[in-house]
T-cell receptor, first 111, second 115 residues
Framework: GQQVMQIPQYQHVQEGEDFTTYCNSS?????IQWYKQRPGGHPVFLIQ?????EVKKQKRLTFQFGEAKKNSSLHITATQTTDVGTYFC???????????FGTGTRLQVTL | EPEVTQTPSHQVTQMGQEVILRCVPI?????FYWYRQILGQKVEFLVS????????KSEIFDDQFSVERPDGSNFTLKIRSTKLEDSAMYFC?????????????FGAGSRLTVL
């Protein structure tokens, strides 16, 4: 079945440093979504990318969808303590209705 | 902002007991989902539901699991005979559409502890 892996599993940064998480799917995706889960919380939708090579920005967050539509990345510039949480990519392959979540990257930010 | 509501927030049960987790999806959403997350791990798909029937399910969703939409608002997940490995956070989600571009809105989750 479809597998979606993310690296790194965990990253600890100082506030102000940049952060990147990478997402790789075993199959081609129709689109990729990113969710953030705060500690003790539930996944909250951040953004969706649909087109091959697409890049979207939300303030300090930059999202990319690979040309082959099998990988994606999330880059956070100048992290803040409010960025703490686990970031999940989630993709759907072909006509499948289920959204398969990646393994997640837990981000810890300290002052 | 519309919310997905889940009850109970935490349930403790003995192994072998039946458990029902309840969800009230966003009112104009048509597609409903259950996911689970074992502590510290990824969010795993269990089942999707549309038009009063299961549209897709994972290998985790075996005969011990069932879903139902008993009325116009509730969406339930039943586990018939709980096992220790069923201990997890169960998230309900809903979406307006079921096509590739649909976005899921998750509830706050129901934590199930099986002793």
């Amino acid at each position: 079945g479809q597998q979606v892996m993310q690296i790194p599993q965990y990253q600890h940064v100082q506030e102000g440093e940049d952060f990147t998480t990478y997402c790789n799917s075993s199959t081609t995706l129709s689109n990729i979504q990113w969710y953030k889960q705060r500690p003790g919380g539930h996944p909250v939708f951040l953004i969706q990318l649909v087109k091959s090579g697409e890049v979207k920005k939300q303030k300090r967050l930059t999202f990319q969808f690979g040309e082959a539509k099998k990988n994606s990345s999330l880059h956070i510039t100048a992290t803040q303590t409010t960025d703490v949480g686990t970031y999940f990519c989630a993709g759907r392959g072909g006509t499948a209705s289920k959204l398969t979540f990646g393994t997640g990257t837990r981000l810890q930010v300290t002052l | 902002e519309p919310e997905v509501t889940q009850t109970p927030s935490h349930q403790v049960t003995q192994m072998g007991q039946e458990v029902i987790l309840r969800c009230v999806p966003i009112s104009n959403h048509l597609y409903f989902y259950w996911y689970r997350q074992i502590l510290g791990q990824k969010v795993e798909f269990l089942v999707s539901f549309y038009n009063n029937e299961i549209s897709e399910k994972s290998e985790i969703f075996d005969d011990q699991f069932s879903v139902e939409r008993p009325d116009g608002s509730n969406f339930t997940l039943k586990i018939r005979s709980t096992k220790l490995e069923d201990s997890a956070m169960y998230f309900c989600a809903s979406s307006a559409s079921g096509t590739g571009a649909n976005v899921l809105t998750f509830g706050a989750g129901s934590r199930l502890t099986v002793l």
